[in-house]
C-alpha cells in the first residue's frame, strides 16, 4: 500500500490556467505539507497543515490554495499557472510529535 | 535551524561502506540531526536522526561527534540503489509545531559498480 499518494505524476498545461493536485496518506498522520522542487534541484517547504488547520505559509503567492477537507487529503490548488511554476511538487506527512515526515512520488508540473 | 555543510558529491564502489559527512558547528543543544535523501525522480526518504548519541538502524549509522559539531552517515555495504542526494539537516525537535524541513544542497552520492 501506498502511504503517500500524489495525482497526477505529472501535469503539463498552459499559461493562465488553473490546475489542482491532489495528495493522500493513509499512515494517520495529522501533518501535511506541500514542498516544491525547482528545476535547480532546490527543495523548500509551501504550506503545513495540522489537523487541517494552516500552520506554516512560507510566502507563497496567493495564487496557490491548499485545502484539507479532512486529516488525510491535502490539495493544492494554483491559478493562473505561470511558467515559473514549473516544478516538482512533493506531498508529504507526518505525525504530530515527530519530524519524520514521510514524502509523496512527486507531481511534475510543466507550465507551457 | 542551524545550516549545514556537506560536500557536493562523492563516490563509493559498490559493496563498500559508504561515508557522507556533514559540519553543522553552529548546532544548538537542542537540535537534532536528521539524514534523508532522494533517489533519482523520487520524494525525499527518512533515513535516521539522531541528537548525540550514535544510531543505528536497518538502513544506516549516525555518528556524531562529541561536540556535536559534525557527524556521518554510513552506509555499511553500499548497493547501486543507495545512489541518491543525501540530506543533512538540523533542527529542533519542538514536537512538530513548525515541522519545517529546510534542505540544503546535499551530497550526490554515486556507487559504482
Known amino acids: 500500500d501506498t502511504a503517500v499518494s500524489q495525482t497526477p505524476k505529472y501535469l503539463v498545461t498552459q499559461m493562465g490556467n488553473d490546475k489542482s493536485i491532489k495528495c493522500e496518506q493513509n499512515?494517520?498522520?495529522?501533518?501535511m505539507y506541500w514542498y516544491k522542487q525547482d528545476s535547480k534541484k532546490f527543495l523548500k517547504i509551501m504550506f503545513s497543515y495540522n489537523n487541517k488547520e494552516l500552520i506554516i505559509n512560507e510566502t507563497v503567492p496567493n495564487r496557490f490554495s491548499p485545502k484539507s477537507p479532512d486529516k488525510a487529503h491535502l490539495n493544492l490548488h494554483i491559478n493562473s499557472l505561470e511558467l515559473g511554476d514549473s516544478a516538482v511538487y512533493f506531498c508529504?506527512?507526518?505525525?504530530?510529535?515527530?519530524?519524520?515526515?514521510?514524502f509523496g512520488p512527486g507531481t511534475r508540473l510543466t507550465v507551457l | 535551524d542551524a545550516k549545514t555543510t556537506q560536500p557536493p558529491s562523492m563516490d563509493c564502489a559498490e559493496g563498500r561502506a559508504a561515508n557522507l559527512p556533514c559540519n553543522h558547528s553552529t548546532i544548538s543543544g537542542n537540535e537534532y540531526v536528521y539524514w534523508y535523501r532522494q533517489i533519482h525522480s523520487q520524494g525525499p526518504q527518512y533515513i535516521i536522526h539522531g541528537l548525540k548519541n550514535n544510531e543505528t538502524n536497518e538502513m544506516a549509522s549516525l555518528i556524531i561527534t562529541e561536540d556535536r559539531k559534525s557527524s556521518t552517515l554510513i552506509l555499511p555495504h553500499a548497493t547501486l540503489r543507495d545512489t541518491a542526494v543525501y540530506y543533512c539537516?538540523?533542527?529542533?525537535?519542538?514536537?512538530?509545531?513548525?515541522?519545517?524541513?529546510?534542505f540544503g544542497t546535499g551530497t550526490l552520492l554515486a556507487v559504482q559498480p
Open positions: 499512515l494517520g498522520h495529522d501533518t
Open positions: 508529504a506527512s507526518s505525525q504530530a510529535g515527530t519530524d519524520t515526515q514521510y
Open positions: 539537516i538540523v533542527r529542533v525537535a519542538d514536537g512538530g509545531a513548525t515541522n519545517k524541513l529546510i
